[in-house]
């Protein structure tokens, strides 16, 4: 068996064709604002990608250079614009704990990476809109989101079950605020048991509702051996890469981390292969545009 390798470029592709279509239909041009701190070379890249997806799709996009002390009032003033209905921030702009204080300046109606703690409490505690009408759809964030999309594609969803992941066991590596950490309750408030991997140990998030988590004993060799879904973004190079006699045969494998985290022999064992996430995460950051722009007038 060879794993199909599924391409996340040709997916992004076709969310930009029905986006395009929309963003053309709107009455006023989508304005996103991305503010970027340091000569961070991911950062830098991720900018770059989201001004071409922008330039792809229709969107206006201006990227603001600032120095890391600037950062705030440049999300401030972007906040009290109303021509702008999106804010992007490329992290890290400061690396440390501060981080956490930029992500809540911005105004979560123009939050696109669904970041601010407005979001997160939506997240963790399953509310899927966030007004009582049920007109305003939640901001996720955009990689998990995009891993999720994925995992669609890849097959790995049942539109039949009551929640489309209903007993698949999912294991990632990644506890990151960011990804790994909302990657895993989107991923159990979908239905899947899942084994949380990080520094501080394995925690088991639990399908159940209100979802539960705690922590557990399990290792990397019983989790990966059980493991249905894969998913991993470690980002270090020291990281022990997951070869095939780990995983199960026919395990759906994911890495969104800049870092091989999979032995290149998995192919030989997993059913489906997703290498990168990248396309899809700006595609998803844009798909957040034009969300909270419906949201502001709905």
């Avoid at 969107?59 to 120095?67: D, S, T, Y």
């Avoid at 204080?101 to 899927?128: A, I, M, Q």
């Avoid at 999912?170 to 990657?183: D, I, K, Q, T, Y």
Wanted: hydrophobic share 40%.
């Amino acid at each position: 068996m060879s794993a199909r390798v599924v391409d996340p470029g040709q997916l992004a592709a076709e969310f930009r064709h029905t986006l395009r279509r929309e963003i053309a239909a709107l009455p006023e041009p989508l304005r996103l604002v991305g503010v970027i701190a340091g000569p961070h070379g991911a950062a830098r890249t991720y900018a770059e990608y989201t001004r071409k997806g922008c330039e792809d799709i229709g969107v206006q996009f201006a990227l603001q250079n600032v120095e890391r002390l600037e950062a705030e009032a440049a999300i401030r003033k972007a906040n009290a614009d109303a021509n702008v209905h999106g804010i992007l921030v490329y992290y890290p702009v400061f690396g440390t704990e501060q981080d956490r204080y930029v992500r809540d300046l911005v105004d979560p109606t123009k939050d696109v990476e669904g970041l601010h703690s407005f979001w997160s409490r939506c997240l963790y505690e399953n509310r899927r809109f966030y007004d009582a009408a049920g007109t305003k759809k939640a901001i996720l964030p955009c990689t998990p989101l995009a891993i999720l999309k994925l995992l669609e594609a890849a097959g790995v969803f049942d539109p039949t079950a009551a929640r489309p992941l209903e007993g698949r066991r999912v294991v990632v590596f990644n506890r990151s605020e960011v990804v790994g950490r909302p990657l895993a309750s989107m991923l159990s408030n979908d239905g899947a048991e899942v084994i949380s991997f990080d520094v501080d140990g394995p925690q088991f998030f639990s399908p159940s509702r209100p979802p539960i988590v705690k922590e557990t004993s399990i290792d990397r060799a019983a989790a990966l051996a059980n493991a249905d879904v894969i998913v991993t973004g470690v980002p270090s190079r020291s990281f022990e890469r997951i070869t095939a006699r780990e995983i199960a045969k026919g395990a759906v494998c994911v890495n969104f981390s800049t870092f091989a985290n999979f032995d290149g022999d998995i192919t030989e064992k997993a059913s489906v292969f997703i290498p990168r996430v990248g396309p899809m995460t700006v595609t998803m950051a844009l798909r957040n545009t034009l969300r909270l722009y419906h949201n502001t007038r709905a």
